[in-house]
């Protein structure tokens, strides 16, 4: 299977062309569930997935899905002289990236290619970010063994997945039905993080730590999703109440590859 552009991407380009929403294309993390705006939210689970990379000066980092390059722009804050690089499916987001600059002497690249075709040979990352991404992908299973193929040994893979369980009523049905043409890829949204876990390590790539951050990017809802949509006819707000439903989780993992 390849991967294809993601149909709601059409309306999130227009509102960052007019300056309604910001460089970074995924839900808010509220740590211990203190209180900041949706901005700082959506900045802090960036830096949580930044630090999970353990990032040094000359690293090249691969951000695979990486929206309009909000995470890379973070990345190049923190290092010098790296090689940071964008891949993305979609030509809109790209284009977005391709207009600000990357900080402190880093080279930047940005690709059109699919999650599991990536065309760079293997073995040049030190390390893979995909936030937030994986579940739009074709196949994870593709997605891991191409990032294990891109990976030097001991490198490091920093991945965040929304997975939900398997619906038990019809209600549950339409929602994940709405869910997934509203966001469109997402193929296999019933899946489990043990599932991913054994993927990966068919891979060689090795789970660090699997984090469960469902709580803590619950309060996105209340900015995205306002109660007075339909659940039905609108994905973010079938999103949310499968959330608060207990049928969505929000998944965190750092993998290494071993060799």
Same mark, same amino acid.
């Given at each position: ?18 300056? &309604? ?6 839900? =808010? ?10 901005? $700082?939210? &959506? ?15 000359? !690293? ?19 290092? =010098?002289?790296?090689?940071?690089? =964008? ?12 207009? !600000? ?21 293997? @073995? ?11 579940? !739009? ?15 030097? $040994?001991?490198?490091? #893979? ?16 339409? #929602? ?11 193929? $296999?949204?019933?899946?489990?993080? @043990? ?7 068919? /891979?060689? #790539? ?16 209340? /900015?995205?999703?306002?109660?007075? &949509? ?17 049928? #969505? ?11």
């Amino acid at each position: 299977m390849i991967d294809t552009p993601l149909t709601y991407i059409s309306a999130l380009v227009e509102a960052y062309r007019a300056g &309604q929403a910001n460089d970074h294309v995924h839900l =808010g993390y509220w740590e211990d569930l203190v209180q900041h705006d949706w901005k $700082t939210a &959506q900045c802090a689970m960036t830096k949580l997935h930044l630090g999970a990379l353990a990032l040094q000066d000359g !690293h090249t980092v691969v951000d695979i899905g990486c929206g309009l390059g909000g995470s890379l722009r973070m990345a190049g804050a923190l290092i =010098g002289a790296g090689h940071l690089i =964008g891949v993305n499916i979609d030509p809109r987001q790209l284009e977005i990236c391709k207009e !600000h600059a990357i900080s402190n002497d880093n080279r930047v690249s940005w690709l059109l290619n699919d999650a599991g075709d990536i065309q760079l040979e293997d @073995g040049i990352s030190d390390r893979i970010l995909s936030l937030e991404a994986m579940f !739009h992908f074709s196949s994870r299973d593709a997605f891991l063994s191409e990032a294990s193929r891109l990976l030097s $040994t001991n490198g490091r #893979l920093v991945c965040s997945d929304i997975q939900f369980d398997a619906p038990q009523t019809m209600e549950e049905q339409e #929602l994940l039905g709405c869910v997934q043409n509203g966001y469109a890829p997402w193929p $296999t949204p019933v899946i489990k993080a @043990g599932e991913v876990i054994a993927m990966a390590s068919n /891979h060689n #790539l090795i789970l660090i730590n699997n984090r469960n951050l469902s709580d803590s990017v619950k309060p996105s809802w209340d /900015h995205i999703a306002p109660r007075s &949509q339909h659940p039905i006819t609108s994905p973010v707000g079938a999103m949310a109440q499968l959330h608060l439903a207990g049928r #969505l989780r929000y998944e965190f993992f750092t993998f290494k590859k071993i060799n």
